[in-house]
């Protein structure tokens, strides 16, 4: 009998790790990442138009993107401001980009993802200067001027920005 109860208990801890674990992947998976390729490009850039915004572009493999992601995440309202976020990773890791957006409350913005069969050519129709280093971002204006940036990004400065009428 004490066996039995035993397995039973053990049942249970299982069913109940799977049950938590399938809750923390529900809201992952519901993180709407559009695919960016050469065709979507215009898509991307007149996403905000007549706004100012800002596109950042970074990936799972660089540390300070990572960093400046989460700092983005603690932002309040961050889901309300103009910014799109674009993955450079490959599309096959879609589940770790979804979770890490989720985990830092980034699910909410316009979210990308590099999916284009040629990246060099996909990067080089987004900016000839830009040699694939990360993270890089654009701060558009409202006449659609832009202006780049490799390296992280004063977060609080561009938040002020994003927010000046």
Same mark, same amino acid.
């Given at each position: 009998?004490?066996?039995?109860?035993?397995?039973?208990?053990?049942?249970?801890?299982?069913?109940?790790?799977?049950?938590?674990?399938?809750?923390?992947?529900?809201?992952?998976?519901?993180?709407?990442?559009?695919?960016?390729?050469?065709?979507?490009?215009?898509?991307?850039?007149?996403?905000?138009?007549?706004?100012?915004?800002?596109?950042? %572009?970074?990936?799972?493999?660089?540390?300070?993107?990572?960093?400046?992601?989460?700092?983005?995440?603690?932002?309040?309202?961050?889901?309300?401001?103009?910014?799109?976020?674009?993955?450079?990773?490959?599309?096959?890791?879609?589940?770790?980009?979804?979770?890490?957006?989720?985990?830092?409350?980034?699910?909410?913005?316009?979210?990308?993802?590099?999916?284009?069969?040629?990246?060099?050519?996909?990067?080089?129709?987004?900016?000839?200067?830009? %040699?694939?280093?990360?993270?890089?971002? %654009?701060?558009?204006?409202?006449?659609?001027?832009?202006?780049?940036?490799?390296?992280?990004?004063?977060?609080?400065?561009?938040?002020?920005?994003?927010?000046?009428?």
């Amino acid at each position: 009998m004490r066996r039995v109860l035993c397995l039973l208990g053990l049942l249970l801890l299982g069913l109940m790790a799977l049950a938590t674990s399938a809750q923390a992947a529900t809201p992952a998976a519901s993180v709407t990442l559009q695919p960016l390729t050469l065709d979507s490009l215009p898509t991307l850039q007149g996403r905000f138009a007549g706004e100012r915004h800002a596109v950042i %572009y970074w990936s799972l493999t660089c540390v300070p993107c990572r960093d400046e992601l989460a700092e983005l995440g603690k932002v309040g309202g961050v889901d309300k401001l103009p910014i799109s976020l674009v993955n450079t990773d490959a599309p096959s890791q879609i589940k770790e980009v979804r979770a890490f957006l989720t985990r830092h409350h980034l699910a909410e913005l316009d979210n990308w993802l590099f999916a284009d069969a040629i990246p060099e050519r996909l990067r080089q129709a987004i900016d000839d200067d830009w %040699y694939g280093e990360l993270p890089r971002s %654009y701060a558009v204006d409202r006449q659609g001027r832009r202006s780049s940036h490799s390296g992280k990004t004063d977060i609080a400065r561009l938040v002020s920005w994003l927010n000046a009428k």
